[in-house]
């Protein structure tokens, strides 16, 4: 909320330990430094009757898995994104779709995008995979469209990313007044960075956040994490789809002639000499002295005490 200099950051928490919630913050940047952070206010997220969230150790059907949040400065209101559950075991059997909620500044639900058949969790191998959905959403400039990005490939769009091989996901279009899906795109995911120690351990490469940059064009952050590396592999890719074909009418990506959406490496954190963990959010910030506009990121540490919460200007 650049009119009163405040942020909202969302708590990736299931109600397992406290409530699904979501914080306003101020972050104090004073030659070009990031000085300090201020959490100002708590506030629970609600479902569409009002109530809070379950746990998703006890309740797990009444249970939020909340990734990203936004600010509309037009509306004076905030969407977010849940990436729902996909867990078929013997002792267990959720299967919850994603969404994308719109709800005022106390987390009072107000409504929903409404999610193509392909977004809808399903007992077979289609649809989204578990803990690969819905991560990243932001406005256009104009507060008129919202973009949403998968973490990881449907499972008609082939193969999660690996050490050999890249995947596919889709970045989605919503019309932000009627709710509406408008577009999808295909884009291309990296190959896992590190080989996980033992090799075969679990590893992953997926889009972790979004922000809009200008027409046609998102910065696009990858994560790569591999068991036995403990920092992240954070790559930021400025994305355009100009050219891109419309795949919302596809049911599957793989064996089509397609245009994916472009990209262009801007940023391997690799590179800085930095620890890096789990970033799954950015924003932009305030401009700097040089004129340009800063950008923030921010770490989920998944309630681990060897992970870090890291804010990085």
Known sequence: DKK??????????????NLSRFYTAKINIKNDTLQAIDFQQTHTLKNEIGNTFGSWLTTPETSADPEDIRYNPKT???????????????DKKVLQNPSINFMDLKGNFKSQLKLPSNLVMQKENRGPRNNGTL???????????????LEEPLFEDGD??????????????????????????????????????????????????????????LLVLERSYSTGTQACTIKVFLCDFKKATN????????????????????LNMDDLGIFTDNIEGLTFGPKLSNGNRSLLFVSDNNFSAIQKTQVLL
């Not at 991560?135 to 990005?149: A, H, L, Q, V």
Request: hydrophobic share 35%.
């Open 4 to 17: 009163n200099d405040l942020y909202y950051i969302i708590c990736d928490e299931r109600s397992q330990e």
């Open 76 to 90: 004076n209101s905030l969407i977010w994104s849940s990436e729902g559950a996909r867990v078929l075991t013997n």
């Open 135 to 149: 991560e990243g959403i932001t406005f256009d400039k104009k507060f008129k469209t919202i973009y949403t990005s």
């Open 160 to 217: 999660q990313a690996s050490i050999s091989k890249s995947g596919l996901i889709r970045l989605y279009l919503f019309d932000a007044k009627t709710k509406e899906n408008r577009a999808q795109y295909g884009y291309q995911l990296e190959k896992i960075a590190h080989e996980p120690k033992p090799k075969g351990a679990f590893a992953v490469n997926g889009v972790a956040a979004i922000q809009y940059y200008s027409k046609n064009q």
């Open 247 to 266: 795949v919302k009418d596809y049911a599957s990506l793989l064996n089509q002639k397609i245009e994916l959406a472009s990209k262009k490496l801007i």
